[in-house]
Every structure is written in C-alpha cells, then in structure tokens.
T-cell receptor, first 113, second 114 residues
C-alpha cells in the first residue's frame, strides 16, 4: 500500500513569492490533514478535510494561506505571499474517517529567503 | 482542549542502556494517546498507541508505553537502545470519537551514543 505522498520535498523561495505544496493521501482515506512543524517544535494542525469539506481551518492564517481538496482526494496548500517566518516543514497526513491512526507523508521543507 | 508536555527536550544515553521518555497530558475529555518517531528529514511514524484496555502498550522496535490515568502520563520506555534509535520522539493526544486533530508535544531528541 502506497503511503502519503507529498511534493516537493524541498522548496526555497524568496519572500513575497507564492508557493504551493501538493499531497496525495492513502487511497480510501477520507480525512486529510495539513500540519505545520516549526523548527524544534511538534506539528500543529493547519486544516482538516473530510472528503472535500474543510471541517477545521481555525488555525489556518487565511490572509495568506489557502487550501483546497478538489474531488476529495489530492490536496494543495498555498502561501501567497510567503514571509520569512513561514520557513518550516509542512506535513500532510490522512486517515479513515473515524480511524484512530493518522499516516504522515515525508513533508515539504520550505525555506523563505 | 488538550495539551501535551514532554518533560525532556533532549535525552542522551549510551547504547544498550535503558531509556524513558516522559509525557504528561491535559484534557477535559477522554483521549487516545500516541507516540510518533521522526528521523531526520522524514515524516512521522507511529510507534504505538493507547486506545483502551491494558495500560501497557507494546509498539514497534521494542518500545513500550504505560498509560497512567491518575497521573495523566504516557511515558515511553525501551530496555536497551540502539544507535539507530537516535531520532526525535513526539507524544500526542486526540479526543475520542470522529477524526479530531492530533495535539503534539514539543518533542524529545533521543541521542544514542556508542
């Protein structure tokens, strides 16, 4: 069974530029999460989807961050414009609805210069 | 709301020594408890989880954890560590029911020295 796939693995951009991350969850997993992991910290939830509906986006900075999950499968997380403080690892995870275990991708490490 | 406190940010040990990584949590509702491991430049991998039943939970790579409800703790242990156990370890909680978010601690960096 293929795991959660994220791309790109690494991204370096200049501040004020836009950037997008892509996530393909495990087949059949209806729940998809985007987490932000700052250096030396644990992951924090940005947004959670049930199928194509964002059911928890309370921690998503909506002035510059946006996300979508068209057709309830793949998801894209976008930042526009990026700031220096956005440098972090962005993790995607998925699970069965109501499942007890979330499976994580390898993450995208963003560096804003 | 839930919160997780990992009491040690760094734990250095020698190879073949035992190790305990401490985790305390706070929650007003019943929770599931998890330990994840993160190797450098990798995502998170589940080590073990407590859902219900026996308070001693065994996971992968020889790790185990014990749930203590009265002390709201879920400490991770391994009787003999290997160099390959060097990684960051995260304790996490999630409220029971639905697909609620995981709330993570800040992590403990375990370094196993030869």
């Amino acid at each position: 069974e293929a795991g959660v796939v994220q791309s790109p693995r690494y991204k370096i951009i200049e501040k004020k530029q836009p950037v997008a991350f892509w996530c393909n969850p495990i087949s059949g997993h209806n729940t998809l999460y985007w987490y932000l992991q700052n250096l030396g910290q644990g992951p924090e939830l940005l947004i959670r989807y049930e199928n194509e509906e964002a059911v928890d986006d309370s921690q998503l900075p909506k002035d510059r961050f946006s996300a979508e999950r068209l057709k309830g499968v793949d998801s894209t997380l976008k930042i526009q414009p990026a700031e220096l403080g956005d440098s972090a690892v962005y993790l995607c995870a998925s699970s069965h609805t109501g499942g007890t275990e979330a499976f994580f991708g390898q993450g995208t490490r963003l560096t804003v210069v | 709301a839930q919160s997780v406190t990992q009491l040690d940010s760094q734990v250095p040990v020698f190879e073949e020594a035992p190790v305990e990584l401490r985790c305390n949590y706070s929650s007003s509702v019943s929770v599931y408890l998890f330990w994840y491991v993160q190797y450098p430049n990798q995502g998170l991998q589940l080590l073990l989880k407590y859902l219900s039943g026996s308070t001693l939970v065994k996971g992968i790579n020889g790790f185990e954890a014990e749930f203590n409800k009265s002390q709201t703790s879920f400490h991770l242990r391994k009787p003999s560590v290997h160099i390959s156990d060097t990684a960051e370890y995260f304790c996490a909680v999630r409220s029971k029911g639905g697909s609620e978010k995981l709330v993570f601690g800040k992590g403990t960096k375990l370094t196993v020295n030869p």
